[in-house]
């Protein structure tokens, strides 16, 4: 529908915030997402201020039988933040992040980013896990579950909720916690945004020195599988407290990387510690002992903050973007040789295949603690992200992760892949990530909104 025939002037009185519809000069603006997939036109746009303003815009919503969707970073591969004449919410009025380093916890609007969180926490050498890209917002990523470069240190981002302040389906502003709601806060996390829009959180945060120490080793594709095979056996053997990441990238163009790598694609293990630079050359002492020499290194101190950015101008706002991703227990020598024999046919620059390993806190809360889809047995997210400069070679790269992951499939868990990076609608794959948890899931669904208002996401139905 368009706003033909619903009470804009009605909405704006009503909301203490702003209300944007395609006649107002900043709709265009105010209507774009990370993802260049997309160029949907909702029918209105709301701003609010408050909690209480979310849950005037949803009912209004409600009333006039508009569609809904719900906006926190934008930055989904999916495109859900945004739908053709819907009413689009966007929380990024409510990104305040107030820490209180007495408690160690940290209160985080709905609206806020990973930046905004990282920047605020590490002034008093506290942190919780984020994602690898810092204009993510913290919503959509927390109630995915959440990984990030702490998350064998910290776990993922949603074993630090606390509480959270939820606006309901049916306009009803709610507390979900351990006290209030329990089987609320089970659901918001990792069950994603199917069962309130949740306007704050409360995190745990936890000890982090603000400086960490990282050394990243890169390997052409001719070294890819010894180097990949070296990272694999040291990140299953890290100390604790440290943690990384293994990566098929482009090197980029910058002065620490030889003028004829720029560019070229090949394959990287990242270790970070956040103690001595001494202390963490001689935890990767066994990689490089193991490993080919590798064509270039970065061993260096850097802000946590700078950390989490490191990765963000690879990921440029308004390119077509693509995504597909699986949980590997073991990613043995015939998985390595897939990727390292396909990365180089990608076209784009942009495209990146990370695989986060899963283990250490992230293994040490319960299989039934969080409605995360995913066993908490240690193992590796392998995730393929196609981001094209050129829309032209969209196609090709789209089909490229989609063909290297049929590859993978194989040697992948029945427990599917992490719902953040689930782009296709695809009821199935949810329900195969869910596994055993999907029919609580459901029957909360029922309880919280029985009508599927909250429907743009990884889909949970109704039970």
């Not at 006649?23 to 609010?48: H, L, M, N």
């Not at 076209?347 to 603690?369: N, Q, W």
Request: charged share 20%; glycine share 10%.
């Amino acid at each position: 529908m368009t706003t033909a025939g619903f009470d804009i002037e009605g909405l704006r009185a009503t909301i203490d915030g702003v209300v944007i519809t395609p006649k107002d000069a900043e709709y265009d603006a105010a209507r774009q997402v990370w993802s260049g997939s997309f160029d949907r036109r909702p029918a209105v746009i709301v701003q609010p201020a408050s909690a209480a303003g979310v849950a005037r815009a949803l009912l209004h919503a409600r009333r006039h039988g508009l569609d809904l969707t719900v906006r926190g970073g934008g930055h989904n591969y999916a495109g859900h933040a945004v739908a053709d004449d819907a009413m689009l919410i966007d929380l990024g009025a409510l990104a305040n992040v107030t820490v209180d380093p007495a408690t160690k916890t940290a209160r985080v609007g709905g609206g806020a980013t990973w930046a905004q969180v990282d920047a605020a926490t590490a002034e008093h050498a506290l942190a919780v896990t984020g994602g690898f890209i810092s204009d993510t917002g913290v919503g959509g990523l927390t109630l995915g579950g959440g990984m990030g470069w702490l998350t064998a240190r910290c776990g993922l981002s949603c074993d630090s909720v606390i509480s959270a302040q939820v606006v309901t389906a049916d306009g009803h502003i709610v507390t979900a916690s351990a006290d209030e709601n329990p089987d609320l806060h089970w659901a918001i996390r990792g069950g994603g945004g199917n069962f309130g829009i949740v306007t704050e959180f409360t995190f745990a945060l936890h000890d982090l020195p603000p400086l960490a120490q990282l050394t990243m080793l890169y390997w052409t594709p001719a070294d890819g599988e010894a180097g990949l095979a070296a990272g694999v056996e040291r990140m299953q053997t890290l100390p604790d407290g440290y943690t990384g990441a293994l990566l098929a990238v482009s090197s980029p163009p910058l002065p620490f990387v030889p003028e004829q790598y720029q560019g070229q694609p090949g394959f990287v293990t990242a270790v970070v510690g956040f103690g001595t630079p001494e202390e963490l050359a001689e935890v990767v002492a066994p990689l490089r002992a193991a490993a080919p020499a590798p064509a270039w290194e970065l061993v260096t101190p850097i802000p946590y903050t700078a950390l989490q950015q490191m990765f963000d101008d690879a990921a440029p706002r308004g390119l077509p973007a693509y995504e597909k991703s699986l949980y590997i227990d073991d990613l043995n020598a015939e998985v390595i040789a897939e990727l390292v024999a396909r990365f180089p046919q990608r076209k784009s620059p942009l495209t990146i295949a990370p695989i986060f390993p899963l283990r250490g806190r992230y293994s040490e809360t319960a299989d039934d603690a969080t409605a995360f889809g995913g066993s908490r047995q240690p193992c590796w997210a392998v995730n393929l992200s196609a981001l094209c400069p050129d829309p032209a070679d969209f196609d090709a790269e789209r089909a490229w992760v989609r063909d290297t992951w049929d590859a993978l499939l194989p040697h992948a868990r029945s427990d599917a892949g992490y719902i953040n990076f689930l782009v296709d609608d695809d009821q199935q794959r949810i329900r195969d990530t869910y596994g055993d948890k999907y029919s609580r899931l459901a029957a909360l669904k029922t309880t919280w909104d029985p009508d599927n208002i909250l429907h743009h996401n990884a889909n949970i139905r109704p039970a």
